[in-house]
């Protein structure tokens, strides 16, 4: 009985060891990642400093808590929102923080990041993001974009060959300003000559489970911080359809968010296929942008408390962005 106690505790010291071991391996691990992360991650919003996304994230560069409004979705948000239009109209401050095939995951990550630096009043949503993956794809990208933000050497493992000496000082450097704030500017003009994307064929379209519990985080956020929410879809042939936008429409209707679809009331916004896109019905032509920013200028100013900032001292740089802009 002695012998078989013996063996036991020599068994259990083992066990011990060898998870201690792993355990050790896995900080070691941890340590060696966070220490590179923190050596590769971009001190600057430039794109020449290797910031990935360096335009959606150009709000670094504006003064702290100066934007009223911030916009987050994918390429077609940041081809359709032009800010400085709507300043020109109403003196709103905003920014258009769109990624190229954004995630609704993404989205989350990046109001977090917004918030870091700044106070929003409202927060648009483009909701195309909730349908850019599957379930498993939106797990996927979920875990993904996780990851990279704990561990930003996955997204930024190749800048180890742009590193200078100032990089390895950690010191951060002043941000990129961003004149067009966020917009992608372009006066080329394709026109959609294809079918009613938005004819009603009777299917169902779902939000898949995951996708609805991370718009539910970003509301959550949202509110929190007592942020008002507008969700948005800009004109999208390649994209968008009617079952879609019934299934965005009964989510915020059950939120009580306002949606605007943009592919449903081009008679208001006096938006035109054949004028208006800069590659046949994916993404808008500043001609396009104009119109949807001006539409959505209006309606911000009317549903929405937002000051006007063009006589404010504080917003000069702002005045002088629209000149560039006009000048570009």
């Known amino acids: 009985m002695g012998k078989d106690n013996h063996l036991l505790k020599r068994d259990d010291k083992r066990y011990?060891?060898?998870?201690?071991?792993?355990?050790?391996?896995?900080?070691?691990?941890?340590?060696?990642?966070?220490?590179?992360?923190?050596?590769?991650?971009?001190?600057?919003?430039?794109?020449?400093?290797?910031m990935m996304n360096y335009r959606a994230r150009g709000f670094y560069g504006e003064a702290e808590n100066s934007l009223d409004v911030v916009a987050i979705g994918n390429s077609d948000l940041?081809?359709?929102?032009?800010?400085?239009?709507?300043?020109?109209?109403?003196?709103?401050?905003?920014?258009?923080?769109?990624?190229?095939?954004?995630?609704?995951?993404?989205?989350?990550?990046?109001?977090?990041?917004?918030?870091?630096?700044?106070k929003p009043k409202v927060v648009i949503l483009e909701v195309d993001s909730l349908f850019q993956e599957s379930m498993s794809g939106q797990l996927l990208s979920m875990l993904k974009t996780g990851m990279k933000y704990v561990f930003p050497v996955i997204e930024y493992h190749d800048r180890w060959k742009e590193l200078k000496f100032r990089d390895l000082l950690?010191?951060?450097?002043?941000?990129?300003?961003?004149?067009?704030?966020g917009y992608y500017y372009s006066d080329e003009m394709v026109a959609y000559t294809g079918p009613d994307y938005m004819k009603d064929t009777g299917e169902a379209t779902q939000i898949d489970a995951l996708a609805v519990h991370l718009l539910d985080e970003f509301l959550n956020i949202c509110m929190q911080?007592?942020?008002?929410?507008?969700?948005?879809?800009?004109?999208?042939?390649?994209?968008?359809?009617?079952?879609?936008?019934?299934?965005?429409a009964a989510y915020a209707g059950q939120k009580g968010v306002p949606f605007i679809d943009f592919n449903l009331n081009m008679d208001e916004t006096g938006f035109d296929w054949m004028t208006d896109s800069r590659d046949g019905g994916n993404h808008l032509n500043y001609s396009g942008a104009r119109k949807i920013s001006v539409w959505l200028g209006n309606y911000l100013q009317e549903n929405y408390d937002l000051a006007d900032h063009r006589t404010d001292a504080a917003y000069a740089e702002w005045q002088h962005d629209m000149e560039q802009y006009k000048n570009r």
């Open 16 to 50: 011990v060891r060898i998870v201690g071991r792993i355990v050790a391996f896995w900080l070691i691990v941890i340590l060696i990642l966070e220490l590179v992360s923190w050596v590769l991650m971009p001190r600057t919003g430039f794109h020449s400093g290797g």
């Open 225 to 248: 911080a007592d942020i008002q929410v507008i969700m948005v879809e800009m004109p999208s042939a390649n994209s968008w359809n009617m079952g879609r936008h019934e299934a965005v």
């Open 78 to 118: 940041s081809s359709a929102f032009s800010p400085m239009d709507i300043w020109e109209q109403h003196g709103i401050s905003a920014y258009a923080c769109g990624e190229i095939k954004q995630k609704i995951a993404q989205a989350v990550k990046l109001l977090e990041e917004v918030l870091t630096c700044q």
């Open 170 to 181: 950690g010191r951060d450097r002043k941000s990129w300003h961003d004149f067009q704030k």
